[in-house]
């Protein structure tokens, strides 16, 4: 059994990773002795384990006087949960979550913004993954595509509307609150023609 990318349902971005630093977090000042920590809070799984090789492992093994360390979460609303229940005296730095739970966050006064003042390299970010409002910008786009199975279906799906003549019990979908199942479910309505 073969399975393929076939169709991307949508080329633009469909979500994204918000990058923000959290208010009133930091373990030490940058200019004591101690080794400071900076603790960042992000999806478990195959992300914690991709982003630290990728990323905070090679940070660390650069620095002497900084530390990141990763704290792992099943999905944004978990973390805007953890996030909310340490807002008077905060554990976590950085988050790494899905846009649109960053917004709420945002509007919650939970994150600080972000400057070129602060973070310098905010100006490398491409205008997509700049938040207008200056908090943390985008990191990462996700794209939802569709797998189909080869030797199964005999006509590649060309658009949404072929997958609601797939045979019974043969499409598979992110379902809300997955970021991809809200995505699917207005693009879905779009194509029946309800206006979400």
Same mark, same amino acid.
């Given at each position: ?10 080329? $633009?971005? $469909? ?20 080794? %400071? ?7 478990? @799984? ?7 090789? #990728? ?7 650069? =620095? ?8 792992? @979460? =099943? ?16 554990? $976590?730095?950085?988050? $790494?979550? *899905? ?30 993954? =700049?938040?207008? *409002?200056?908090?943390? /910008? ?14 199964? %279906? ?6 949404? #509307?072929?997958?609601? *003549?797939? /045979?019974?019990?043969? %499409? ?5 609150? *997955?970021? =991809? ?16």
């Amino acid at each position: 059994m073969s399975f393929k990318t076939k169709i991307g349902v949508s080329s $633009i971005a $469909i979500s994204a990773l918000a990058l923000t630093a959290c208010s009133g977090a930091g373990a030490a000042e940058l200019g004591s002795s101690e080794v %400071v920590e900076i603790r960042v809070l992000g999806y478990a @799984a195959l992300f914690e384990d991709q982003y630290t090789t #990728a990323v905070i492992d090679k940070f660390n093994e650069s =620095q002497n006087g900084i530390m990141v360390s990763f704290v792992p @979460a =099943q999905n944004s609303a978990e973390m805007l949960g953890k996030l909310r229940s340490e807002a008077s005296n905060p554990t $976590i730095d950085v988050a $790494i979550l *899905d846009a649109s739970v960053a917004h709420t966050g945002n509007k919650e006064g939970l994150f600080a913004k972000v400057s070129e003042e602060t973070v310098p390299n905010i100006a490398n970010v491409v205008e997509l993954g =700049q938040n207008a *409002d200056g908090y943390g /910008p985008a990191v990462t786009f996700d794209n939802l595509v569709v797998l189909y199975n080869t030797s199964a %279906v005999s006509k590649a799906p060309a658009g949404i #509307a072929d997958l609601w *003549d797939a /045979p019974e019990n043969s %499409v598979s979908i992110p379902a809300p609150p *997955d970021i =991809q199942g809200h995505t699917l479910t207005i693009l879905t309505a779009n194509n029946l023609g309800v206006d979400y």
